[in-house]
């Protein structure tokens, strides 16, 4: 990924309180994402607000898990892990207007009624629209590892970030990352641990959860030697 004006990036971040995770792409748009963005957001989309979500009311329904996705992408894996559980309400964050496109085209195709998105900076989605204690679970899966040095201060997992997630999950919630990033999983490790309201749920790295399926670019990965870490700690 190209990171451009990181001066003004930096600055921008330090003027709304956070360095943000992400830098503004100019992505090209298919037109079905545009086509499929126009038709579902004002259906499935959830604006950005200061304000608290009643996450029962969003899904009209007050028996279902709800779990949290930070980064879903071009959707793939949020797409198939909501089809399959159709039991769970999703509630996925992406800041990339094409992958939202195409996330909505895999919700409008499969008919999922158990997804909602909101494009925004998951930062402030966690800081201002979600309850403390409302989440049955959180999904970080492959976030940008921001691997130069000088940009490490980029990552989501940050001790500040961790413990305002931890928060949000109810008692026995839990949050899942994953990470093809040797050195990114090891901060992951340490950082998690270090949380007072998190527990670790294996000895070190987890087993990955039936629940999260292989991604291409990861069954290619394992192919050529790669490693892929999940972590899966609870809120006590
Ligand atoms: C490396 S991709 C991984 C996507 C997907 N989870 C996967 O496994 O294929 C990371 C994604 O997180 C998104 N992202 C990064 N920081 C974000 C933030 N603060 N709020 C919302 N989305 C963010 C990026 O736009 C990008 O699509």
Redesign the pocket.
Known sequence: MMVANTYEEDRAGRESGHI???VRRLGRMSAAQTRYLDMMMPKIGVPYVQQTLDLDALFARSDAKKIFE?????G??TARIAAAHPENDYLG????TP?VGSLCKLIAEQELANLRIIQ????EVVRDMLPDASLDGIHI????PWHKKRHNKRR?IQSPFVAQLARRLKSGGYLHCATDWEEYAAQMQETLAAEPLLHNTADGYAPRPEYRPL?K?EQRGLRLGHGVWDLVFRRL
């Open positions: 943000k995770s992400f930070i980064g879903c992408g071009m793939e894996t964050v992406e800041v990339h992958g925004h900076d998951a930062v899966f492959f976030p940008d989501l991604t670019f």
